[in-house]
């Protein structure tokens, strides 16, 4: 069941998306060649503690790091290590935090120096995807209307969506009802 957040609810989930949207932004300043995953974990780790949040991630379900990092043909849910960026390279970095009672949780995909067009069109589909899934977000619409504005946009541009995952709800819980396909 989905549970309803009052104005007090939402501040503090505001609160935790900030840190995970600055913490981001410090990482994001971080990808090039020759950086490892493991750095931006470690930088991503001080940055929140810096702040008086928790790294959401790090211990959830056995994960042994603060941020995923996912290289390339890595889907989702890669472990921090050492594993130098490359030029060429797409990184999928996802952050969560704990603050105050609620967490935070959003996820960033970078391109690593110059990469292919193939990779270009990839993050211009999935931007774009994202923004349209963004408008259909509003009070009386449904699930529905947002999964397939972003499905539709991604299958129109020759490519697919992953179906073994899904997006969801946030508050007290890190993943909360409800899922959207």
């Known amino acids: 069941m989905i549970e309803l957040k009052n104005k007090e609810q939402l501040g503090k989930m505001r609160a935790a998306g900030q840190i995970?949207?600055?913490?981001?932004?410090?990482?994001?300043?971080m990808v090039k060649p020759g950086v490892t995953t493991e750095e931006l974990d470690r930088v991503a780790e001080q940055h929140i503690r810096k702040c008086q949040a928790i790294p959401a991630f790090k211990g959830y379900n056995g994960f042994p790091a603060t941020l995923c990092t996912s290289v390339n043909e890595e889907v989702?849910?890669?472990?921090?290590?050492?594993?130098?960026?490359?030029?060429?390279?797409i990184i999928s970095i996802d952050c969560g935090v704990l603050y105050d009672g609620y967490y935070g949780d959003s996820a960033i995909t970078l391109p690593v120096g110059e990469i292919s067009l193939e990779c270009q069109k990839l993050l211009k589909v999935c931007e774009e995807s994202l923004k349209l899934g963004i408008a259909q977000a509003f009070k009386g619409n449904r699930l529905f209307d947002i999964?397939?504005?972003?499905q539709s946009h991604v299958e129109k541009n020759?490519?697919?969506?992953v179906r073994d995952y899904v997006g969801h709800g946030i508050g007290r819980k890190m993943h909360e009802e409800p899922q959207i396909p």
């Open 76 to 89: 989702v849910h890669g472990i921090p290590g050492l594993r130098a960026l490359k030029n060429g390279d």
């Open 20 to 29: 995970v949207a600055e913490t981001l932004e410090v990482v994001k300043e």
């Open 158 to 161: 020759g490519m697919s969506v």
């Open 147 to 150: 999964s397939y504005a972003i």
